[in-house]
């Protein structure tokens, strides 16, 4: 398995695994298993590779089975859920440190295919992605809404993320999550 950073090349790809696990288009037998919320277009798919080098994929043989996004604030203040997470950022203290647009960014959503899932690319993604991001920033933040068990018991029991708070928006429950960014994830072997 190669974990890189996504190019415009890759888009295409992405845009497919996308559209399978995302909210308004996945199969509903698939959704117990967890699901993305953020849409991204072509466009917004090209920024935050462009501006933010954050897009990190998993490849195996030329097929991409998995995404993990990642980004400053300022890249997603477009989305209204975000402008709340932003508002909020001064009220939220996580290790030791009141949160900021500059000592922090949100990490999110995660994506694999669910022929990878329960295997090594959970972490091994989320560690490529920690490596590329604590080169900018020293914590990780990040949101899972409630009825979503699957990538909660992931991220907090798997890669180690603490809940640092619960909040709610347009009638959906969220945990707020953190992470330190000089911890190497557990488990991983990149
Ligand atoms: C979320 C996601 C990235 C996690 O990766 P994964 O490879 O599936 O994670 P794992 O299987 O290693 O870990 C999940 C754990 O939750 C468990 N689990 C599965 N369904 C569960 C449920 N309904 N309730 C509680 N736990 C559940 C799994 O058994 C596993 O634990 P185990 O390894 O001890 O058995 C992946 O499932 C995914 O892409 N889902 C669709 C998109 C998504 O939900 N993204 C996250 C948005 S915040």
Same mark, same amino acid.
């Given at each position: 398995?190669?974990?890189?950073?996504?190019?415009?090349?890759?888009?295409?790809?992405?845009?497919?695994?996308?559209?399978?696990?995302?909210?308004?288009?996945?199969?509903?037998?698939?959704?117990?298993?967890?699901?993305?919320?953020?849409?991204?277009?072509?466009?917004?798919?090209?920024?935050?590779?462009?501006?933010?080098?954050?897009?990190?994929?998993?490849?195996?043989?030329?097929?991409?089975?998995?995404?993990?996004?990642?980004?400053?604030?300022?890249?997603?203040?477009?989305?209204?859920?975000?402008?709340?997470?932003?508002?909020? %950022?001064?009220?939220?203290?996580?290790?030791?440190?009141?949160? @900021?647009?500059? &000592?922090? *960014?949100?990490? #999110?959503?995660?994506?694999?295919?669910?022929?990878?899932?329960?295997?090594?690319?959970?972490?091994?993604?989320?560690?490529?992605?920690?490596?590329?991001?604590?080169?900018?920033?020293?914590?990780?933040?990040?949101?899972?809404?409630?009825?979503?068990?699957?990538?909660?018991?992931?991220?907090?029991?798997? %890669?180690?993320?603490?809940?640092?708070?619960?909040?709610?928006? @347009?009638?959906? &429950?969220? *945990?707020?999550? #953190?992470?330190?960014?000089?911890?190497?994830?557990?488990?991983?072997?990149?």
């Amino acid at each position: 398995m190669e974990y890189r950073n996504a190019t415009f090349e890759d888009i295409n790809q992405i845009a497919k695994l996308q559209e399978r696990y995302h909210v308004n288009t996945i199969n509903e037998d698939d959704k117990k298993d967890g699901f993305v919320t953020t849409l991204f277009t072509k466009e917004q798919f090209e920024e935050i590779i462009e501006k933010e080098n954050g897009l990190a994929i998993a490849c195996d043989n030329g097929n991409i089975v998995g995404y993990a996004m990642a980004a400053s604030w300022e890249f997603w203040s477009k989305w209204p859920l975000f402008q709340h997470m932003i508002k909020d %950022l001064e009220n939220t203290t996580y290790l030791g440190q009141k949160l @900021n647009v500059e &000592n922090s *960014y949100q990490y #999110g959503p995660i994506c694999i295919d669910k022929a990878y899932r329960g295997g090594d690319v959970l972490v091994n993604l989320f560690e490529f992605s920690r490596q590329e991001m604590s080169k900018r920033y020293p914590i990780l933040i990040t949101f899972i809404n409630h009825i979503n068990p699957r990538s909660y018991e992931a991220h907090t029991r798997k %890669l180690g993320l603490d809940v640092i708070k619960d909040f709610q928006f @347009n009638n959906n &429950n969220y *945990y707020e999550l #953190g992470y330190d960014m000089s911890k190497k994830t557990k488990g991983s072997t990149i």
